[in-house]
């Protein structure tokens, strides 16, 4: 859905490039589904609350009805292979579907020394298993000791 939503923001100019960004990155520290999340922060800002609910319910409402209709339908026909078969492709068409944009935020990401070193510690602790939760702690903490050193050393 990123794809649809992001080229949907460009085309009605809802949000420039550096806002989609910054409602990826806010959406996946936010609880929830990166698309619900990233559709109603920009429901909020052309409309406020009532946009915000108008895109959650426009974002959930046909997949809860879509879900709901194919688990019942698949659980009758699940023993067919073909359909196994199919949903394992599915699979492995959900990657290359958002490998473009995550070049674009590495693309478009922060260029400092500051901000190469937390994006590559990030993937190699992600890389290891460590938990998300755990790995933003530590890239909060490692930005908020580097610019308070900063600001400690300009300040003198």
Partial sequence: M?????????SHKWA???????YYALSQVTPGIIAVNVSTFIGYKIHGFLGAL???LGVITPSLIVISLL???L???????WIKNAFWGIQLMIP?????IVVQMIKNGSKTKLGIFVMVFAFILRSLG??????LILAALISHLYFDFKFKKDKR
């Fill in 75 to 81: 659980a009758q026909v699940w023993h067919i292979q």
């Fill in 71 to 73: 688990a019942f339908s």
């Fill in 2 to 10: 990123l794809p649809l939503i992001q080229k949907e923001m460009f």
């Fill in 16 to 22: 420039t490039e550096k806002e989609i960004l910054n």
């Fill in 54 to 56: 108008c895109t959650l």
């Fill in 96 to 100: 290359a579907l958002i490998i473009p």
């Fill in 130 to 135: 460590c938990s998300p939760i755990l790995i």
